[in-house]
């Protein structure tokens, strides 16, 4: 992994903690990287929904709907 890890701890229910237990086995992998994996898709989730925020703020070179529907009453007028 090349990163160093810090130890947390969470607390699942008897439920939970069998199946996370199960797909680990079926998956050959470990629980703690099952966890990681939805943590950093959880954390990618977030920043892609931000970076979207962020563009959606950016209204250079976009028009409102009313400056929309004059330039097209206006290229009517010109057909």
């Known amino acids: ?22 797909l680990a086995f079926e998956q050959r992998t470990s629980m703690a990287k ?6 950093l898709e959880i954390l990618e989730d977030e920043e892609d929904v931000q970076e979207g925020l962020k563009a959606l703020s950016d209204e250079e070179g976009t028009v409102t709907w009313k ?5 097209r009453q206006e290229r009517r ?3």
């Open 1 to 22: 992994m090349g990163t160093a890890l810090k130890r947390t701890t969470i607390f699942l229910t008897e439920e939970q903690h069998e199946r996370l237990r199960r």
């Open 34 to 39: 099952l966890l990681r994996d939805a943590t």
């Open 67 to 71: 400056q929309y529907q004059e330039s």
């Open 77 to 79: 007028g010109e057909l």
